[in-house]
């Protein structure tokens, strides 16, 4: 989903115009974004966590020469879901697991079913005799 999408889905339901809406999520992720370089992480209650974590200077290799570099520090956005966030992508994940089971037990059910169905050359023979229904006795 883009920014746009996000005010157009905004706008819909709340009757405000979209630059309306899209000048309050843009002011929305100008205060986060700020937030996060002045304190080092922004909280949001049911939704989740912002976090600059720093990653330590380390050695590293050139894949084209093989040389050893050194790679400086580092600082780096992370994002931690909060609770009501991980249940609903929780409750995702098990409905996604119970359609897999539902659909491998339907797979192992019809090849259950074709191993059981009889071939054509174990029915007994058709009979030659007919019977006319038409014909008074």
Same mark, same amino acid.
């Given at each position: 989903?883009? *920014? *746009?999408? !996000? ?5 819909? *339901? #709340? ?7 899209? $000048? ?7 205060? !986060?974004?700020? +937030?996060?370089?002045? &304190?080092?992480?922004? /909280?949001?209650? +049911? ?14 290799? %050139?894949?084209? #020469? ?10 780096? =956005?992370?994002?931690?879901?909060? *609770?009501?966030? /991980? @249940?609903? =992508?929780?409750?995702? &994940?098990?409905?996604?697991?119970? /359609?897999?089971?539902?659909? @491998? ?9 074709? &191993?059981?169905?009889?071939?054509? +050359?174990?029915?007994?023979? @058709?009979? %030659? #005799? #007919? $019977? ?6």
């Amino acid at each position: 989903m883009t *920014k *746009k999408e !996000i005010v157009k889905s905004i706008a819909d *339901k #709340t009757g405000l115009t979209q630059a309306q809406i899209k $000048q309050i999520v843009q002011l929305t992720f100008d205060g !986060i974004v700020e +937030n996060l370089l002045d &304190e080092g992480r922004v /909280e949001l209650r +049911n939704f989740g966590v912002f976090q600059v974590k720093s990653r330590k200077a380390r050695k590293a290799r %050139n894949p084209r #020469t093989g040389h050893q570099v050194l790679v400086p520090e580092k600082f780096v =956005v992370s994002f931690k879901p909060g *609770k009501e966030m /991980e @249940a609903r =992508v929780q409750e995702l &994940e098990d409905a996604a697991a119970a /359609e897999a089971e539902a659909k @491998a037990l339907l797979e192992h059910t019809d090849s259950l079913m074709s &191993e059981k169905a009889p071939q054509n +050359n174990d029915l007994p023979p @058709a009979s %030659n #005799t #007919t $019977q006319n229904w038409n014909s008074s006795s």
